[in-house]
């Protein structure tokens, strides 16, 4: 089984159908853990165990869903990894992107899919049709997560044409598409005057909500401006933002097109790379 087989098989085991019965610590308690909370230092959280028992200590957080997100952590490790000891930085999901350890790349998945279980997640993310970040907000509070982590389970769910990007105002720190979006488009590696994303980061301009835009914009492909997608933006924390970018379906009939580097040779994560398949 895959890590978030698990998780959610942990959920249905349970008999759990709605988000707001997705109690991360009852279910830490029946699975052996007990919860504390103190101010780690150079970690967000630690899993200790032995035997059946373990202790898992996060660091407090204002924020609910970062503190839910690291605990959904430990309970993967305890899952998948039981016998070792961690200390992890997993306030936010995008922070172990880059990880090079397996553990900590599948512990987020596992957290990912305890925290919305597709059973759960997904028909509420139907019913949304093309949510923009005003939406997603709206489910983050629904299911208890962050607006990072609600945003990527977005992408990998795979039922929208969606990049989530994340960008400081000298270059993009990474994009993460839906897995079947065509691995031809290359997100640009900074942000383009032209974009309303450079509007919030540079002069503070809140986008309403999703805007069309020309492909050329926010893509390095020579043929770009052919197409068109929406994008919409919104701050995140130390002064970056996140971007949504939704492909139009016109994008997905496109040639690949060998003018523009391989993802791999971008310092993009593996795990976001696609295969070239339409919707």
Request: charged share 25%; hydrophobic share 40%; with cysteine.
């Amino acid at each position: 089984m895959t890590p978030g087989e698990r998780a959610e098989a942990l959920v249905a085991q349970f008999g759990i159908r709605d988000a707001q019965d997705l109690d991360i610590e009852a279910i830490a308690c029946d699975r052996g853990v007990s919860v504390e909370k103190q101010n780690l230092s150079g970690c967000e959280a630690t899993l200790v165990g032995v035997g059946n028992r373990a202790i898992a200590t996060i660091k407090p957080s204002p924020f609910i869903g970062r503190e839910r997100f690291s605990l959904a952590h430990e309970l993967g490790h305890w899952d998948m990894h039981r016998g070792q000891s961690f200390r992890c930085r997993v306030d936010e999901p995008d922070d172990n992107l880059i990880a090079n350890r397996d553990a900590e790349k599948q512990a987020d998945q596992f957290a990912s899919h305890l925290l919305m279980p597709r059973p759960i997640f997904n028909p509420v993310v139907k019913s949304l049709g093309t949510p923009s970040f005003k939406e997603i907000e709206g489910l983050a509070k629904t299911f208890q997560t962050s607006m990072v982590a609600t945003s990527l389970r977005l992408a990998a769910i795979d039922t929208l044409p969606l990049i989530v990007a994340c960008f400081s105002k000298e270059r993009r720190l990474w994009s993460i598409p839906a897995p079947h979006v065509p691995k031809r488009w290359f997100v640009v590696e900074s942000l383009n005057e032209d974009s309303f994303a450079y509007d919030l980061i540079f002069k503070g301009t809140q986008p309403s909500g999703l805007r069309k835009q020309s492909g050329e914009v926010w893509f390095q492909n020579d043929d770009a401006e052919d197409y068109e997608l929406h994008e919409h933006s919104m701050p995140y924390r130390n002064g970056q933002i996140l971007v949504l970018l939704y492909l139009s379906s016109r994008m997905f009939d496109a040639r690949f097109d060998p003018s523009v580097m391989p993802r791999s040779k971008q310092g993009l994560p593996s795990h976001s790379r696609a295969q070239n398949k339409r919707w």
